[in-house]
């Protein structure tokens, strides 16, 4: 059974700077994932789904596993995620007679999907940004950017 996180009427005052850097980061993008998914569901793509388009879009041309290795997925995980989006006509998989190096490519419906899941990203972004400026986003995006 799958449960939700409460909503922001059922979360306590708590001091999020006082957690270690890797549970802020976790707790984070959990809730940029929850509203992510959120402004998604009427285009029928997740947040995975949508950041792949996204990666094959800014780097065309690796292979399946590059992109795994790029997401933080496991090989088998990512097949599966590559294989539903092949099915849905999302993107094309090159054959190179080993299954993992595929070369990954979007298709114009790929492209069309990713436009408009490019919007609602955008938006959720600009709401969870609003009470800082562009300077503070960009030091935010360079720091966790040199993480991975």
Request: net charge positive; proline share 4%.
């Amino acid at each position: 059974m799958r449960r939700e996180p409460p909503t922001d009427n059922h979360v306590p005052s708590f001091d999020y700077a006082a957690l270690p850097l890797g549970f802020l980061v976790n707790t984070v993008g959990r809730e940029l994932y929850l509203r992510t998914r959120d402004a998604l569901c009427d285009l029928a793509l997740d947040p995975v789904e949508v950041g792949l388009l996204w990666v094959i879009d800014l780097q065309p041309g690796l292979t399946q596993i590059a992109y795994a290795h790029i997401l933080r997925r496991d090989d088998t995980t990512f097949g599966r995620l590559a294989r539903a989006l092949e099915d849905r006509g999302l993107i094309k998989r090159r054959e190179t007679g080993d299954a993992r190096a595929r070369h990954l490519e979007l298709t114009a419906a790929g492209e069309a999907a990713l436009a408009r899941a490019k919007v609602c990203v955008r938006r959720v972004e600009r709401a969870v940004t609003a009470r800082g400026n562009a300077d503070d986003k960009a030091v935010a995006v360079r720091y966790l950017a040199g993480i991975v």
